[in-house]
């Protein structure tokens, strides 16, 4: 159980380009889902907090113009990178907690981007 | 606020070695510990976690770690290394009582040497 998926599992785009990325829980409901940046080599960074229903809350220093999150559903929330660029490139990783463990998070295998 | 440290972004162990990564972490009230593994190109796989009662925890793989309060540590340990354990770990706490953000450490890189 407690499985996340993430579509696109790896995407390339030209600059100045939109390119969404999906994550999906499979198997249960998802009251929170969280986006993570993590450059190569380094920890996961927390871009993002998102509630089903609601807008998502950034963390310092991250565009809220830039990186759109969507959480429409239980079991859906959305990242898009508007306008991309080659700083953009990175490794995109979500993960979702449910509604009866809250601490535990659930993450998906990741959406490798390539800005061209 | 609450950190994490873990000790040695790389470490390197001889196959069927002992495998010990360190982590320790301070927090202002009881936190949840994990640790999570991750492979190249993929998401993070949960191995353990302590949340109450005993403090030796036992995960996936033939890991385990140990809550010490006192040294505000929670190292992970295997007794026997095996190539397929290298990879890079995250020791990662949140706050104990619901959901609260989690915080990473920097990650440890297990190299395993045949």
């Known amino acids: 159980g407690a499985v996340v998926s993430q579509h696109p599992s790896r995407v390339i785009c030209k600059s100045g380009t939109s390119v969404k990325i999906e994550c999906r829980s499979l198997?249960?409901?998802?009251?929170?889902m969280f986006w993570y940046r993590q450059f190569p080599k380094q920890s996961l960074m927390l871009m993002a907090t998102?509630?089903?229903?609601?807008?998502?809350?950034?963390e310092q220093g991250v565009e809220k113009d830039k990186f759109l999150i969507n959480h429409a559903s239980l079991t859906l929330s959305t990242l898009t990178v508007t306008s991309a660029h080659p700083e953009d490139s990175s490794f995109y990783i979500c993960s979702a907690t449910g509604t009866s463990v809250s601490y535990e998070q659930y993450f998906g295998p990741g959406t490798r981007l390539t800005v061209t | 606020a609450q950190s994490v440290t873990q000790l040695g972004s790389h470490v390197s162990v001889s196959e069927g070695a002992l495998v010990l990564l360190r982590c320790n972490y301070s927090s202002s009230v009881p936190p949840y510990l994990f640790w999570y593994v991750q492979y190249p190109n993929q998401g993070l796989q949960l191995l353990l976690k302590?949340?109450?009662?005993?403090?030796l925890v036992k995960g996936i793989n033939g890991f385990e770690a140990e809550f010490k309060k006192s040294e505000t540590s929670f190292h992970l340990t295997k007794p026997s290394a095996h190539m397929s354990d290298a990879a890079e770990y995250f020791c990662a706490v949140i706050k104990s009582g619901g959901y609260q953000k989690v915080t990473f450490g920097t990650g440890t890189k297990l190299q395993v040497i045949p």
């Open positions: 302590y949340t109450t009662g005993a403090t």
């Open positions: 198997d249960f409901q998802a009251t929170t």
């Open positions: 998102s509630n089903e229903g609601s807008k998502a809350t950034y």
